[in-house]
């Protein structure tokens, strides 16, 4: 029993470390596509300020220099897509894809060029990082049973970062459903035109929610490469990005069910891990490499039999253009 406990506990602690960054860019996609764009480049903005945060803290060796850093780039990032979806009424899709390419071949050139490590920054020191946090009481009660290990491991001992994440989905909660701001935003991502009637600025709005979106993916990015690890190395991001997308749609574009997508797809990952070199009956030794593909298998496979209808904002993907 207590194995067992022990191997519960130690699951649901990675799950939540494994999802933060989900969460982060899953809220960061939901108030893009909110205000009527598609972000696509949820991807590149994370990998661009895991670059930039791993450098910045590497050379003031200081993880809020990291921070700073990771969320300008991704801010930048998110102005660059709003000013060719928004202003010059582009193609969104297009531009996700282009910024993804873009940071994907520029981190790693920039990578070589600055620290010659084939594209991985050097590894960041503690003072460079964001450390698990410990509570108050966490040593004292370590040893109770059940309790102990449930305040030590699942709600004490993560870094600032995964508190942030899960503080942002309630606060993106009121944001969008509590505030005048969030009214504003959910109507502009359904009918621009009345929004506009009214005399509030469709632009403005839009604009408003990229740096929303910018500053997540970029909290986001850091974590990666400040928090879950020690520095940047190429291509770290692995498609989580997308997989947040998913987790978004799963969760038809509102905050709680999109964090429970991605809290799925960290528990899946965390059990795709502890299954590695076991050798399961009638099958055996699972492969590594099927082991590693499972939770993106069985997450497509949850958003394609699960998810139901979802319906996206009206007006999602469409340039608005004022009539005259």
């Known amino acids: 029993m207590d194995e067992f406990f022990i191997l519960v506990v130690s699951t649901l602690d990675?799950?939540?470390?494994?999802?933060?960054?989900?969460?982060?860019?899953?809220?960061?996609?939901?108030?893009?596509?909110?205000?009527?764009?598609?972000?696509?480049?949820?991807?590149?903005?994370?990998?661009?300020?895991?670059?930039?945060?791993a450098a910045a803290a590497f050379v003031m060796d200081s993880a809020w220099a990291g921070l700073l850093a990771g969320v300008s780039i991704s801010v930048i990032l998110a102005l660059i897509h709003g000013f060719a979806c928004i202003t010059h009424k582009g193609n969104q899709v297009v531009s996700g894809v282009a910024i993804n390419i873009l940071v994907a071949g520029l981190t790693v050139t920039l990578g070589i060029a600055w620290f010659a490590q084939g594209g991985q920054t050097p590894s960041l020191t503690?003072?460079?990082?964001?450390?698990?946090?410990?509570?108050p009481g966490a040593l004292a009660v370590r040893d109770v049973p059940f309790i102990g290990g449930l305040y030590t491991e699942i709600i004490s001992g993560h870094n600032l970062l995964a508190y942030i994440a899960y503080l942002a989905v309630p606060l993106t909660w009121w944001v969008v459903y509590r505030t005048r701001f969030g009214l504003r935003l959910r109507a502009v991502g359904e009918n621009p035109a009345?929004?506009?009637?009214?005399?509030?600025?469709?632009?403005?709005?839009?604009?408003?929610?990229?740096?929303?979106?910018?500053?997540?993916?970029?909290?986001?990015?850091?974590y990666l490469s400040t928090a879950q690890n020690a520095g940047f190395v190429k291509n770290?991001?692995?498609?989580?990005?997308?997989?947040?997308?998913?987790?978004?749609?799963?969760?038809?574009?509102?905050?709680?069910?999109?964090?429970?997508?991605?809290?799925?797809?960290?528990?899946?990952?965390?059990?795709?891990?502890?299954?590695?070199?076991?050798?399961?009956?009638?099958?055996?030794e699972i492969p590594v490499q099927l082991i590693q593909a499972l939770p993106y298998i069985l997450t497509v496979i949850l958003l394609a039999g699960f998810i139901g209808k979802a319906v996206a904002p009206k007006a999602s993907g469409i340039p608005y253009v004022k009539e005259r």
Request: charged share 10%.
């Open 14 to 53: 990675a799950t939540i470390r494994v999802a933060a960054p989900l969460v982060l860019a899953a809220l960061a996609g939901l108030y893009a596509e909110r205000s009527g764009v598609i972000d696509i480049g949820l991807e590149g903005k994370m990998l661009a300020a895991a670059f930039a945060a």
């Open 194 to 222: 009345a929004v506009d009637t009214a005399g509030i600025s469709v632009t403005a709005l839009r604009y408003q929610a990229m740096l929303c979106c910018g500053l997540l993916c970029g909290i986001a990015g850091t």
């Open 236 to 284: 770290m991001t692995a498609g989580q990005g997308f997989i947040a997308l998913a987790a978004m749609i799963f969760g038809k574009w509102r905050p709680v069910p999109a964090m429970m997508a991605c809290l799925l797809f960290g528990f899946l990952d965390a059990v795709a891990n502890r299954i590695q070199g076991v050798s399961m009956p009638l099958v055996g």
């Open 126 to 135: 503690n003072d460079a990082r964001f450390s698990p946090l410990v509570w």
